[in-house]
């Protein structure tokens, strides 16, 4: 079945936070109100304040996330031929929870297939290191390659919009999804801003009206205003977020044209 990636909000629409998928929408889905501030379906890993930066969780040693920790193909050579929408990897280090993965993405890292990504619907557990872990894809994403059984390797990751937590001054895992436009409880799904006028926290240091803005070096989920002292332990100083809207001092909101994708 296929999905519009957009729907069209009215305003304030966007502070709705809620336990439940928001109208059944899955995550990633992009809402975009009158004015065209863009938005995106996520759901929150802990409690966050409004006017954060969010990003996504790191991956799971063991799937992939870390270098030879790949999940291999299923060594049984009628599973994983092409055109299979059910796929069966051997569990190498980490076992896996019922759908841990669902409207998340597997890419395959080598061997035979590689270079590929594909759209996980679902998944089985896998309860113990070498156990069957399956993974039903999206009916409309079949394998295009078949895997060699026992060698190819690939990795999962869950959603970007899933498991949403603040951003981090010390360990940036992916790029940021977007800025809290309220309050959100644990678990919780709400919508992050992407695009537009918001309100952001900001670190110690003053943003000015006109000035590029980037994640704080200082304080995780906040924004500073970007200077040319950019150093390795800051790379993320150097990604511009979007354009300061007026002239705030530090430690407060200050209203950022966000230019996120």
Known sequence: M???????????????????????????????LPDGREFVHTQASAALVSGVIVGTIAGVAGHGAVSASGLLASATTTYNLAGATVVHLACTAAVATVDQYEGGLLNVQKSAGLGHTYKIASNKSAASTGADLEIALELSDPLKVAWAAGSTAVSLRKSPF??????STSAAIAPPIG????????????????????????????ITDGTPVVCSSVTSGSAMPATSAYTVANLWGSFPIGVGMETVAGSECALVYLTLR
Request: no cysteine; aromatic share 12%; proline share 6%.
């Open 179 to 206: 800025v809290t436009p309220v309050a959100v409880s644990a678990a919780f799904y709400f919508w992050a801003q992407k695009r537009g006028p918001a309100s952001v926290r900001t670190s110690a240091t003053t």
């Open 162 to 167: 899933k498991d949403a937590t603040i951003w």
């Open 2 to 32: 296929a999905y519009p990636n957009v729907i069209y909000g009215d305003y304030g629409q966007e502070k709705v936070a809620q336990s439940t998928k928001i109208g059944s929408h899955p995550l990633g889905k992009v809402m975009i």
